[in-house]
């Protein structure tokens, strides 16, 4: 019997350098990292049975992929999952890692982008497919807009492009933080305003393409954690304010904010948002300096009463996901 082994990364958004120019909106920045990670393995059986071993919720996942792929006889073993709906991209990891273990273990030849469309991903961002296939630093080309609506994808032409990507240092840190917090954007909250995107400030917006042209970038290939955590955090901000009418200010909220200021009084050199949160993170150069201001922060969070859900020490993730046969 044939047992399809997958790992894949998480996905950090680091927010977008395009909002609405020239008919093409949501152009987006992010990365994959290596912590925490979806670990599972697919084989044939005569029905549908799941084994998770982690305390992360999945069946949705699982009765879409079934309905769609019309396949009900496998075993799922799931050994470690991200996290869902805290802004790392569980949801389109979850549903490509196995997607596309069926496919193979079934025959049905499906690519990467091609499972992402039938599955219903890359409405907005391409960067959790990009981090799935190649993992680096994405930056994706946006989706083209039709009467300045963003429709359905229906084809793989629909999906943003990777039009960059870049390895970075694994020596640089991110620490992740997400606290617990009662209000989340549902999911169709968040398509209803992003159907129609707004158009920034011209000011805003070419200091987004000045900031990801001539520091963002530059810094990645130079090595200089200092321009990329500067250029980043910049990048982070603008996305806030941009979307501030849609959540609880530049954060999602204020147990968010108060962890990424946290994380500024203790020397990081870059913070963000991943997505619409709760997760936030900050930039550091060593593991050893990232779990001490991690430790740091959770404890002054807990000073001012926030609990903390999860959080993690990531690396950067050069490559996508794995495949083993066994």
């Known amino acids: 019997m044939v047992n399809i082994f997958i790992k894949t990364p998480s996905r950090l958004h680091l927010g977008f350098y395009n909002f609405n120019r020239e008919n093409i909106a949501y152009g987006g920045i992010g990365l994959a990292i290596d912590n925490p990670s979806i670990e599972l393995i697919i084989s044939k059986n005569n029905r549908l049975e799941i084994v998770n071993e982690t305390n992360i919720e999945l069946n949705d996942v699982v009765e879409k992929i079934v309905n769609t792929l019309e396949i009900s006889g496998f075993k799922l073993i799931v ?16 549903l490509l890692a196995i997607s596309y273990g069926l496919s193979k273990l079934y025959g049905l030849k499906y690519s990467v982008r091609e499972l992402a469309v039938k599955l219903g991903r890359g409405y907005v961002s391409g960067i959790g497919i990009s981090v799935f296939e190649k993992g680096g630093l994405i930056i994706d080309s946006g989706r083209r807009l039709d ?93 806030g304010e941009y979307f501030s009418k849609y959540q609880y200010g530049l954060f999602c909220c204020r147990e968010s904010e108060e962890a990424v200021n946290i994380m500024l009084s203790k020397g990081v050199y870059g913070v963000g948002q991943s997505s619409w949160g709760p997760t936030v993170y900050g930039l550091v150069d060593n593991y050893s300096r990232a779990l001490k201001i991690l430790r740091e922060t959770l404890n002054e969070l807990e000073r001012r009463g926030i609990d903390v859900e999860y959080s993690f020490i990531s690396r950067p993730l050069n490559r996508g996901f794995r495949v083993k046969y066994f």
């Open 147 to 239: 009467n300045n609506i963003l429709r359905e994808v229906e084809t793989i032409h629909d999906l943003p492009l990777p039009i960059a990507r870049y390895s970075l240092p694994r020596n640089w840190f991110f620490i992740l933080i997400t606290p617990r917090v009662s209000k989340r954007i549902s999911d169709e909250f968040e398509k209803q305003f992003l159907e129609k995107p707004l158009k920034i400030d011209d000011n805003l917006q070419c200091k987004l393409y000045a900031t990801l042209l001539l520091e963002l970038i530059p810094s990645v290939i130079r090595r200089d954690i200092v321009g990329f955590g500067k250029a980043l955090s910049k990048i982070q901000y603008i996305t």
């Open 79 to 94: 050994k470690s999952a991200i996290p869902r709906h805290i802004g790392l991209g569980s949801t389109t990891q979850l």
